[in-house]
């Protein structure tokens, strides 16, 4: 019987894996994924996530990336309320804080292209405007961060409100002494395949540091690609010439965190299904009935 996989962030709507969606499809679900989390990261892509979580084993997550913060329109906000209103299971996500666009990316960087990279003073509201918003329906929230986890930490604690499912901090690259005052705030973590590089030590030492009942595993597909030894699922490479990652290198991920861990994968495997209803699990018809809650300031 396979073992039972589940995605915790990933964009299965990109353009870059659309031509080969249905094969995709085919393979996950025979590898044994039993859920993924298809994360909207602005405006234009949430009808994108609306289409594809149409698909029974896909949780949808909408929100603005502070990538996309730049360009939002004024109504941004309430597009998203009303999106999340219409779909009860849905999570806040993709948000969070970046200084790694506005301070280190190159200029020419072809992932930003047409972008206005909004400074972090400007990425803030939008960050915790959605984050009222998760708590307000206690949605899950998925986090992204680069650069500036002193902001996301006094940003989550200063919080009025944050989501009673908790929230996930999706490829957890910030400091290990950081983990317990997260975890204490309500924080999952998910590991991504991209952290097997030898390269990225510090990031994998980091998750021996993560409590087990807080474990998650990630693909972030078509971004973030295995090295290359660990690939066991390949696609053509992106319109820009980078390797697109494959969302079954999923279950490579889960083999190579349980040896770098030192346990069976089962045993693994089985943790990260907990944390992942937990946190992911179906909302309540109860839980539901908060659409009715005052829509949140801008």
């Known amino acids: ?47 994108q996530v609306v289409e594809i979580s149409r698909r029974t084993w896909i949780c949808p997550s909408f929100g603005l990336h502070p990538w996309h913060v730049g360009n939002r329109s004024p109504a941004w906000l309430d597009q998203l309320q009303r999106l999340l209103e219409a779909h009860p299971a849905a999570g806040v996500g993709e948000i969070g804080l970046d200084r790694w666009m506005t301070d280190r990316a190159c200029s020419d960087d072809p992932r930003l292209a047409g972008l206005r990279r909004a400074p972090l003073d400007e990425q803030l509201p939008a960050f915790r405007s959605q984050l009222s918003l998760a708590a307000a329906l206690d949605r899950p929230a998925t986090i992204h ?13 200063q919080a009025p409100a944050l989501p009673a499912c908790g929230f996930l901090i999706h490829a957890y690259s910030g400091p290990a002494d950081l983990i317990k005052n997260f975890a204490d705030l309500g924080a999952y973590f998910s590991f991504n395949g991209a952290f097997l590089d030898e390269r990225k030590t510090r990031q994998r030492e980091t998750f021996r540091h993560v409590p087990r009942a807080r474990l998650l595993i990630e693909t972030d597909s078509p971004a973030m690609p295995l090295p290359q030894a660990w690939r066991a699922h390949e696609l053509p490479p992106s319109p820009v010439g980078s390797p697109v990652n494959h969302p079954g290198n999923l279950k490579a991920t889960y083999h190579a965190l349980a040896a770098f861990l030192g346990e069976p994968v089962a045993t693994l495997a089985s943790a990260v299904e907990d944390n992942f209803c937990r946190l992911f699990g179906p909302r309540t018809a109860s839980e539901d009935a908060r659409t009715s809650r005052p829509r949140i300031a801008a």
């Open 1 to 47: 019987m396979p073992l039972p996989l589940y995605d915790a962030h990933n964009h299965l709507h990109d353009e870059w894996l659309a031509p080969h969606l249905a094969t995709i499809e085919r393979q996950l679900l025979d590898l044994g994924l039993v859920s993924a989390v298809v994360n909207g990261t602005s405006e234009a892509d949430w009808p």
């Open 145 to 157: 961060c680069l650069d500036a986890w002193g902001a996301l930490h006094d940003s989550l604690r």
